[in-house]
């Protein structure tokens, strides 16, 4: 897949679609934070003694919705966020449950868009 360098950490970013009541969330809502699970972890990123206040593959983390370069791989968006970025690790378990993967798709594009794209294919969030 990918492994992280530096103090860089990668992971699957990841939307709410649905509150626990049932409301659903259209992928193009605002929110003030972002969230994604860890798939790697930098060599440089912080450590401590303690364990426990470490970050670990697994982990659902809250980072600056800007914070992060988005990849496209494998039909997944990925964001490789710097550590300065990561606000904390997600452990409410009624908001965990409302997360769900981005899964993306290509499409055909017009060739108006693909003259304008240079050629490159276009990815679509579903």
Known sequence: MIKAISDKIIVTELKRSQTSAG???PLTAIEPQAYGKIISIGPEVATWDDDSKNLHVGDIIVYHKMGG?????????LCCVPYSSV?????DETLLSELKEIQT???QPTPEAEALAGGSPLIQRV
């Open 23 to 25: 409301i659903l969330i």
């Open 105 to 107: 798709t290509a499409i």
């Open 69 to 77: 370069q988005a990849i496209s791989m494998s039909n997944k968006i």
């Open 87 to 91: 606000y904390g690790v997600l452990e």
